[in-house]
């Protein structure tokens, strides 16, 4: 497969559209389609958290009756639909039928989703000037524009694309983009983000894939710890390229899917609420996978640690403590904690047997002041080991959350 | 008993002392001892971190062989002596002696504990100067400087006492000091607290009853998520005031330990790092008491939830999606969420049948921007329940903790 880029050229047989419809104050742009010209196969990985808004249960119980003939996504900002009742369903149906209604499509073949403040009702009249905008804008080179609008707290856009050429010589693309700055947890699809192929994918087949890429990579993020009401990540393949994704095309696709969302996934880090610094954290030697991901998520959440690389602290100590304390029986006389520039580079080994090692304060000081770091701790109890990515704690996270109303 | 109150006055047949040893560069109390005129029974609640400080590790192994004459504690700020290996455990036992050679007593009669900086070795030549100072300093009255040479990142002392009057007439009192305000996480003892008493109570039910009065009052605060390596609650009984807690006495001794407990554990959240407000959180109609204190942990450590307090922020949605993600198979259209200026307030309800109720915004707001809220979330499943109380996260905390080494 090709390098993934940041830019989306263009996806045999989609066209797509972000435009202006009134949802954010500032006239920026704040609605979205995806649309295909023909039928495609869709797959949903579907936030955890018990509060889910109505698109989210709107989008689950449509996928169990079709997830082979999808031919849109329709996407608003500044309003989650979440606590928002039977109304709240309601207008997501209602979305979905006014979007069918513009493109000549059945209603059960429009997926809707929804991102922002939760507990207002969705203003229906700007949903429906955002539906008849974007199906007027419609184009086959306008991703910039869609990943913008589906954008709120996040200050840039999210994209994602790969060209693969298969056994048989013909090349299809996986693209992707994704929004979301806040509220990022590891703990399923944490985000919104929406994947398309030109590939044509068996819709069983599609749904396995992105769940392995989710648990790979959206699963592996976390900015703040929360989890959204509205986090999805949908896989659309609608089999344009005339490339099939059969047992031979499989691991490739598989790959490049993975990289698609992997960097989707980062930018997410990158862009997080506040965040100054990208954190790369490795767990090794555990005794198990699962307690390697409990040892990862609680260091990764932790404030202390968050906030202590904020302030350019190389605090070793904040990591081993909140590793102590993420319900894993682990040792700290087994322990070993690294930071590195970057995944090529040697580690500084800065605790082992129990005790800080004898280091030079000021190089680890430069590792952790630089914009990414990479730490890794070797438990020295097992085999099991994980990586996640997450970001710091800031002044501006703060700002943000304080006076936003999610 | 007698009210809580804030002042210390005296124990009977306890002497204290506040001294500084030069730990702190500016010259502040940062060495405390705490002494018995006569053998103590003794009790400990330590953190559940797996990295332990090397003073929980010894005092841990103390209280194992001696629960029955335990005679003073020292204490010392700004390094917390944990991560520090075989030559932390002897700097401990080292602190132990020296106190023990300074009061004339034996060095398994006496406790240490430590605070500050984790990773750095005891500086046992001050740690010296700490006894001998504190050993001349000793008074009957010197609680004040006592609290505060416990204090690392506090803006204040924090101590309480109460006295009880037995069944038969005597007197006598439970006081005690804390110090904490980071790394405070509802899950054990989650602080530095030491409570005496001139009661006389035997081991075990000192030990039972310390427990409890823990798991009511500072296993129910969090400030940031984080538990430290260092948590201590000690109980020391000295019999002094020659009322021993028999059956007779034991439910009013377990209510004014309680009620000493729960002054200090609040206290240590009312100077949470960088907190502007104090919350209290109701959970009510849990499946049962774990989910509940499940759910609240996850809306008491939610960094979303915490910046909407700071910022005066009314936002139920948070709240909501905060006991959505906790793991317990809550249903939104069960949940009420109320907001109340304290206990004896009737609360605004905000949330029910899953959507907001029609309320004043102005009010909700006012609120949350005083100094102090009640939350009340009724899940509606059950008959569980708990209550914590936690702060919010302001710049301030990220100020402390971005530039504090812990």
Known sequence: MTEVTAAIDSVQGFKVAGVACGLKANGALDFALIVSDRPCTAAGVFTTNQVKAAPVLVDMELLKTNNDHIRAVAVNTRCANACTGAQGIANARQMAQLTADALGVGADEVLVMSTGVIGTQLPMDKIATGVKLGTAALTENSWDDTALGIMTTDTRPKMASVTVTSASGQSYTIAGIAKGAGMIAPNMATMLSFIVTDAAVEPLQAENMLFAA?????????????????????????????????????????TALTAVAKKLAQDVVRDGEGATKFITLHINGAPDDDAARKIANTIGTSPLVKTAFYGGDPNWGRIVAAAGRAGIDVDPMKMRLWLAADEDSDGLLLFEQGIPTVYDETAAGDLVKAPSVVVTLECGLGSGSTTIWTCDISHDYVSINGHYRT
């Open 214 to 254: 989710a648990d790979q990579t959206f699963n592996r993020i976390v900015v703040d710890g929360d989890t959204s009401t509205n986090d999805t990540v949908l896989l659309l393949a609608n089999g344009a390229s005339s490339v099939t994704i059969d047992e031979t095309e499989r691991d490739a696709f598989m």
